[in-house]
C-alpha cells in the first residue's frame, strides 16, 4: 500500500457551527493504482484529497504515505512531504500569470530531490512550441498541461488531481485524461483523481463514492477504458 | 524562478512601487542631508574651539586691576587666565540714517585663550589706532584695508584705520547681546591693540573681561566658587561657563534644533513611506493568496516564500536608500553652504561620510523588513489549502446607516453601493482614509512651518514690541530723565524708558541666567501678552516669565524665585512669580519699572533705554540727528530695519520650507495614488462583472470615485485637528532658548492643503478612469488569483 486513511475525520469550527466535512473515512490504495473518488459537491473530496496531499491535517483519525504518519506531521514535515511525494493538478490550472510554462514548470524543478527537465517534460505533454508562453496566451487545456507538466516535473510516486477537466471542454478533457493516464499505466505513477463527473471513473482500477463526508461504495473496476472509449 | 516573478510583479506595479521608492527616498535624502550638515558643522566647530583654545569659563567686571588676574593663576586647576578690555562705542559714520554700535575688544600678540585668527591684512599695531572687522562686517560697511572708521568713544571722535579682517570662535554668529540675526550694519566686532584700547577708555593697567581654562573639567564649579570670591572686591557683570558664552550656546542650540529636525522630519517621511509599504505588500500578498497556496502545495516552505515576498520590501528599501542617500549627499552641499551665509566658521565645507549612508539603509531596509513582515506574515500562517481557497466575500450585514430608513431611502443607488464598499471592506477604506490624511497632514505642517515664523515675527514686531526703535545709553540713566529727554524731541510722538539687566533667577537647584526688563506699567509700547493673547501687566512686585524661562524653572505663576542682577553692589532678593508670557524670540523675565528699581542699588528707576514711536511724518534720521551728539547716547536700534532684515534672512529659509512642501506633496500623491490603484486591482473582477452586466465605464467609474470622495471628506475633516495635533509635536521639540514655534496654522493653509489634497485625489481618479476604460473584462475574469 503507497496509501492508506483510517477513520479520518475533519471538521470545521465556524463560530457556533461545527461543519463536519468528513465523518471517519477508510481508504488503501496500492502503488500504481488509478484511483477516482467521486461524489457530488460538498460530499467531501477535496477536503480529503487536501488531507492526503498534507495540504491541511485532519481533525482525528490515520494517514499513511509509504508507513509515514501523515497524520502526525507538523508543518515543516508536511512541506517536505509534498516537495518530496506529492504532486498536484488543480480544477483551475493555478498557474503563476507571469511566469512562462518553462518557468512555472521550473517551478517544480527547483525544489524536488529528484526532478525531470522541464523542456523534457513539456515536450511529453505536447508543450514544446509553447515553452516562452505566459498563461494568458495559453488555452484552457493547454494551461492544464502545463500544470500537469509542473506536476509530473517532480517526479513523485503520486499524482493527485482534483477536477482535472472540470474546467475544460470533452476533447481537451479526453486530451489532459490520456495524458494522465499514460503517466499512470507507462511509468507507474499512483494516481488519485477527484472528480464530480462518473464517466471519468470508467477509466480508473477502482472507484470510491463519498457521500456527506463517508465512504459509501468502493468498486472496482475490472475492465479500465481508454479515454476515447468513454463516451462523454 | 521566484526572483523573476518578483521583477515582473514589480514592473507590473511599477508606479505604485515608484512611489513608495521616492517617499523613501526623500526620509532619506533629509536623513542623510541634514546628518552630514550636522557632522559638518559639528566637526568644522570643535577644531576651530580647539585651535583657537576658546576659554572654559568667562567673567565680566566692571573693573579689574591686573594683581587680582595674577592670584586667579595661583588656583592650582586653573591653567591659564587672561585678561581682556572691552568697551562699547558709537559708530560715527556721518550717514544719516544709523547710528550703530561697534564693541571694541583689545588684542594682544601674546594672548593664548580665544584667539582671533587672521583671515586678511595684519593685526593692529602695538599702540596704534587700528581695527580688525570680520569679513561680513567689512562686506556690508562697504570697507576695504587702508579705509577709516570713525568712532565715538567716552565722547571723544576716533578714526580707526582698518588693516584686517578677523574671526574668531566668539563671534561664529556676529549679534549683540539679545540680539536675533546679524546685522552688521548696526552692530559689529572689532579688534584693537590693548594699549591703545586702554588709553582710549582710560582703562590703563586694569580689564573688565577675563577668561580661564581648567586644568580638570572636574573642578569647573569649584574654580567658578573661588574665582568669584576672588573677585570679591570687584562687582562681576557675568561670569559663564564656555557652554553658556552667548555664540557657543546658540551654536550648541542651533545644532541641537538641527539633530531634532534631522531625526523627527526623515522619521515622519520613513512612517509614512513605511505606511505606504506595508499597505501594499500586505494587499499584494493578499491578492496573490491563491499563488501563495499553490507555491505551498508544490512544497515551497514558508521560509523560501517568505523570503520571495520580503524581497520586494528590500527591493523597495534598496531603491529608495541608494537613491535617498545619493540625494543626502547632493543636498549636503547647498545647505552646509546655507550656514556659512551665517556663521564664520573657518573648514566649514561640505564633506562626505559614508556612515550616514550607512545608518539611512539600514533604517529604509529595517522599515521595509517591518511593513513586508507585517504585510506577509497573516497569509503565511493559513494552510495551503485555506490559501487556495478563495477569501470569504465580506460579510453583508445592513449598515447602521440603513436602520435610519428615512435617511437611507433619500440617498441614491450609487452612493447606497459606496456606502456600503466603504463600511464593508472596513480595512481598504481605512487605509485610503489614513492615507488621504496624511498626505493632507503631511502639507499643512509643511506650511506651518512657515505660517509659525510668520506669527512669531508678527506678534514680536507688532504686537510685542510696537515701537519704530529704542535709544541704546551708554550705561543706565534715571529712568524719569531718560523718558523725558527723548519724549521731548521733536520726531517723537511717544517713549517709555526700559530697563534690562542681566541676572540669574534660582529656583531651588535650577539657576537660569537671563535678562529682566523692566517696563512702565502703563507702557503701550512694549507689552507682554500670554498665551490667549491677554495682555499681562509688568508687576510691581513680582516677575512676569516668560514661558520657556518658567518650564526651565520649574515654576508657575505664584511660585518664588531668588534674583541676583548683574550690577555693582546689587543683592539677591526674592520675587514671586505671578504671570507666564508668550515670548516667540528668546527668553526672559518682566518687571514693573519703578517698584523694581527700588530693589537695586540707589533705589532709584533706571532705564538702560528708551523705546520710542516716531509722529506720523517724521523720520527716523532726525532723532539720530537729535541724539547723535548727546553724551548719554550709545547707539539707537531701529525695530523696522531689524525686523526687514531678518525677514530677509527668513526667506532664504523659506526656500527650504518650499521644498518641504514640495516633498509633503509627492509623498501625498504616492499615498493617495498607492492606495487607489490597488483598490482597483483588488476590485477588478467586481468591476469586469459590472461591466458585464451592462453598467458603462463610466458608471463604474463614478462608482469607486464616489468612495474615493467619501473618504476624502472624512480624512481632510479628520486633518484639521490631526494637522494641531502634528503641529504641536513640532513646536515643543523646535523650542530652545533662542526660540518657541508657535502654534498657529493659517486658515489659508488648510485651504491650500485641501486643494493640494483634491489635486492629487484627481490625478489618483483620473488613474482610476483610464485602468477602468481600459478593463479587458475577458482577461479578468479568466483570471484566476
Same mark, same amino acid.
Given at each position: 500500500m503507497i496509501l492508506s486513511g483510517n477513520q479520518v475525520k475533519k471538521w470545521y469550527d465556524l463560530g457556533e457551527v461545527r461543519v463536519d466535512a468528513l465523518r471517519g473515512v477508510d481508504f488503501a490504495v496500492k502503488a500504481g493504482e488509478f484511483v477516482v473518488i467521486q461524489g457530488y459537491s460538498g460530499s467531501g473530496k477535496t477536503t480529503l484529497l487536501n488531507i492526503i496531499g498534507g495540504m491541511e491535517a485532519p481533525s482525528a483519525g490515520e494517514v499513511y504515505y509509504r508507513g509515514q504518519a501523515v497524520h502526525l506531521m507538523n508543518e515543516r514535515e508536511r512541506t517536505l512531504y509534498r516537495r518530496q511525494g506529492i504532486g498536484f493538478v488543480f480544477q483551475f490550472y /493555478?498557474?503563476?500569470? /507571469? *511566469?512562462t510554462a518553462w518557468e512555472n514548470v521550473q517551478l517544480s524543478v527547483e525544489i524536488a530531490p529528484d526532478p525531470l527537465p522541464a523542456d523534457e517534460v513539456l515536450r511529453e505533454v505536447g508543450l514544446a512550441g509553447r515553452l516562452d508562453h505566459f498563461p494568458s496566451q495559453l488555452s484552457g487545456g493547454e494551461q492544464q498541461r502545463v500544470a500537469i507538466a509542473r506536476a509530473l516535473?517532480? /517526479?513523485?510516486d503520486l499524482l493527485l488531481c482534483d477536477e482535472?477537466?472540470?474546467? *475544460?471542454d470533452v476533447e481537451t478533457g479526453i486530451q489532459v485524461l490520456g495524458l494522465l493516464c499514460r503517466f499512470n499505466r507507462e511509468r507507474g505513477k499512483t494516481l488519485v483523481v477527484i472528480t464530480? /463527473?462518473?464517466?471519468?471513473?470508467?477509466?480508473?482500477d477502482r472507484i470510491m463514492f463519498l457521500k456527506d463526508g463517508l465512504i459509501v461504495k468502493n468498486e472496482v473496476n475490472l475492465r479500465p477504458l481508454r479515454p476515447e472509449e468513454v463516451a462523454w | 524562478m521566484l526572483n523573476r516573478k518578483l521583477w515582473r510583479d514589480i514592473r507590473e506595479n511599477r508606479l505604485a512601487y515608484f512611489s513608495a521608492v521616492l517617499v523613501i527616498a526623500i526620509g532619506l535624502m533629509l536623513f542623510v542631508g541634514l546628518q552630514l550638515v550636522i557632522q559638518n558643522l559639528d566637526m568644522a566647530i570643535s577644531t576651530y574651539y580647539q585651535e583657537q583654545v576658546l576659554a572654559d569659563l568667562f567673567v565680566e567686571v566692571q573693573v579689574g586691576r591686573e594683581e587680582t588676574a595674577g592670584r586667579l593663576r595661583g588656583?592650582?586647576? =586653573?591653567?591659564a587666565v587672561e585678561t581682556y578690555l572691552q568697551q562699547r562705542v558709537q559708530m560715527? +559714520?556721518?550717514? #544719516?540714517d544709523r547710528l550703530g554700535q561697534i564693541l571694541l575688544r583689545s588684542w594682544e600678540p +601674546?594672548?593664548?585663550?580665544n584667539r582671533v585668527k587672521l583671515v586678511k591684512g595684519r593685526f593692529p599695531a602695538a599702540g596704534q589706532a587700528e581695527v580688525l572687522f570680520t569679513p561680513f562686517f567689512l562686506q556690508a560697511n562697504h570697507l576695504e584695508i587702508g579705509d577709516v572708521f570713525p568712532v565715538v568713544v567716552g565722547g571723544k571722535k576716533e578714526t580707526l584705520t582698518v588693516v584686517g579682517a578677523f574671526i574668531s570662535p566668539e563671534y561664529v554668529?556676529?549679534?549683540?547681546?539679545?540680539?536675533?540675526?546679524? !546685522?552688521p550694519r548696526n552692530f559689529g566686532v572689532g579688534i584693537v591693540d590693548r594699549e591703545k584700547l586702554a588709553v582710549l577708555t582710560g582703562?590703563?593697567?586694569?580689564?573688565n573681561r577675563l577668561a580661564l581654562t581648567f586644568r %580638570?573639567?572636574?573642578a569647573a564649579v569649584k574654580v567658578r566658587t573661588l574665582v568669584q570670591d576672588y573677585l570679591a572686591d570687584t562687582t562681576v557683570t557675568g561670569i559663564y561657563f564656555q557652554k553658556d558664552h552667548p555664540s557657543v550656546s546658540l551654536l550648541d542650540q542651533e545644532l541641537a534644533g538641527l539633530r531634532k529636525t534631522a531625526t523627527t522630519l526623515p522619521l515622519f517621511f520613513l512612517l509614512v513611506a513605511g505606511f505606504i509599504l506595508y499597505n501594499m505588500l500586505s494587499r499584494l500578498v493578499a491578492n496573490q493568496r491563491g499563488q501563495i497556496g499553490i507555491l505551498k502545495a508544490m512544497g515551497y516552505p514558508d521560509r523560501q516564500i517568505f523570503r520571495h515576498y520580503l524581497h520586494y520590501a528590500t527591493f523597495t528599501g534598496l531603491a529608495g536608500g541608494i537613491l535617498g542617500g545619493l540625494g543626502g549627499l547632493a543636498l549636503a552641499e547647498p545647505l552646509t553652504a546655507l550656514y556659512t551665509m551665517y556663521f564664520q566658521v573657518p573648514g566649514l565645507v561640505a564633506r562626505w561620510q559614508l556612515w550616514p549612508l550607512v545608518i539611512g539603509l539600514l533604517l529604509a531596509l529595517g522599515f521595509t523588513w517591518t511593513a513586508g513582515w507585517q504585510g506577509v506574515r497573516t497569509v503565511l500562517r493559513l494552510s495551503p489549502a485555506e490559501a487556495l481557497r478563495?477569501?470569504? #466575500?465580506p460579510a453583508g450585514n445592513r449598515l447602521w446607516l440603513e436602520k435610519a430608513g428615512f435617511l437611507w431611502a433619500k440617498l441614491q443607488t450609487g452612493l447606497r453601493m459606496a456606502l456600503r464598499n466603504v463600511f464593508r471592506n472596513r480595512r481598504r477604506s481605512l487605509f485610503t482614509l489614513l492615507g488621504i490624511f496624511f498626505a493632507y497632514v503631511l502639507i499643512t505642517t509643511a506650511f506651518y512651518l512657515q505660517d509659525a515664523v510668520d506669527y512669531l515675527l508678527d506678534f514680536t514686531y !507688532? @504686537?510685542?514690541? !510696537? @515701537?519704530d526703535g529704542r535709544v541704546i545709553f551708554q550705561g543706565t540713566v534715571d529712568a524719569a530723565v531718560a523718558g523725558r529727554f527723548i519724549g521731548n524731541l521733536?520726531? =517723537?510722538?511717544t517713549a517709555e524708558p526700559v530697563g534690562e539687566v542681566g541676572a540669574v533667577i534660582s529656583r531651588g537647584p535650577v539657576h537660569v541666567q537671563t535678562g529682566i526688563t523692566a517696563l512702565p506699567q502703563?507702557?503701550?509700547?512694549y507689552q507682554v501678552y500670554d498665551e490667549k493673547g491677554q495682555r499681562v501687566l509688568p508687576a510691581r512686585h513680582g516677575l512676569v516669565l516668560s514661558a520657556r524661562l518658567a518650564q526651565k524653572l520649574g515654576v508657575t505663576a505664584g511660585d518664588w524665585v531668588y534674583v541676583q542682577p548683574f550690577l555693582a553692589e546689587a543683592k539677591g532678593f526674592t520675587l514671586p512669580v505671578t504671570g507666564v508670557v508668550a515670548k516667540y524670540l528668546g527668553m526672559g523675565a518682566y518687571t514693573e519699572l519703578t517698584a523694581f528699581g527700588t530693589q537695586l542699588p540707589g533705589g532709584k528707576p533706571l532705564a538702560t533705554g528708551v523705546v520710542f514711536k516716531l509722529r #506720523?511724518?517724521?523720520?527716523m534720521s532726525q532723532l539720530l540727528t537729535a541724539v547723535r %551728539?548727546? #553724551?548719554? =547716547?550709545l547707539a539707537v536700534s531701529d525695530l523696522r530695519e531689524d525686523e526687514r532684515h531678518i525677514r530677509e534672512l527668513m526667506s532664504k529659509q523659506s526656500q527650504m520650507m518650499g521644498i518641504l512642501v514640495l516633498f509633503a506633496f509627492i509623498s501625498g500623491l504616492s499615498i493617495v495614488y498607492n492606495s487607489s490603484t490597488i483598490s482597483f486591482y483588488e476590485r477588478r473582477r467586481e468591476f469586469a462583472s459590472l461591466r458585464v452586466l451592462g453598467m458603462t465605464a463610466k458608471e463604474v467609474f463614478r462608482l469607486q470615485v464616489t468612495e474615493l470622495v467619501l473618504l476624502t471628506v472624512v480624512a481632510v475633516a479628520l486633518g484639521v485637528p490631526g494637522s494641531y495635533f502634528f503641529a504641536r509635536l513640532i513646536a515643543v521639540s523646535m523650542a530652545s532658548d533662542l526660540y518657541s514655534i508657535p502654534l498657529f496654522i493659517a486658515p489659508a493653509s488648510f485651504g491650500l492643503a485641501m486643494a493640494a489634497t483634491l489635486l492629487f485625489v484627481t490625478l489618483a481618479a483620473a488613474g482610476i478612469w483610464r485602468k477602468v476604460r481600459d478593463l479587458s473584462l475577458i482577461a479578468v475574469l479568466r483570471e484566476w488569483d
Open positions: /493555478n498557474l503563476m500569470s /507571469n *511566469l516535473a517532480k /517526479n513523485s482535472p477537466t472540470g474546467a *475544460l464530480h /463527473n462518473p464517466q471519468i471513473g470508467k477509466l480508473a | 588656583i592650582p586647576e =586653573v591653567k560715527d +559714520t556721518g550717514e #544719516p +601674546t594672548n593664548r585663550l554668529y556676529e549679534i549683540d547681546v539679545g540680539g536675533l540675526a546679524p !546685522n582703562h590703563q593697567g586694569q580689564f %580638570d573639567q572636574g478563495p477569501e470569504p #466575500p !507688532n @504686537y510685542e514690541q !510696537n @515701537y521733536l520726531p =517723537v510722538e502703563a507702557g503701550r509700547l #506720523p511724518e517724521a523720520e %551728539d548727546s #553724551p548719554l =547716547v
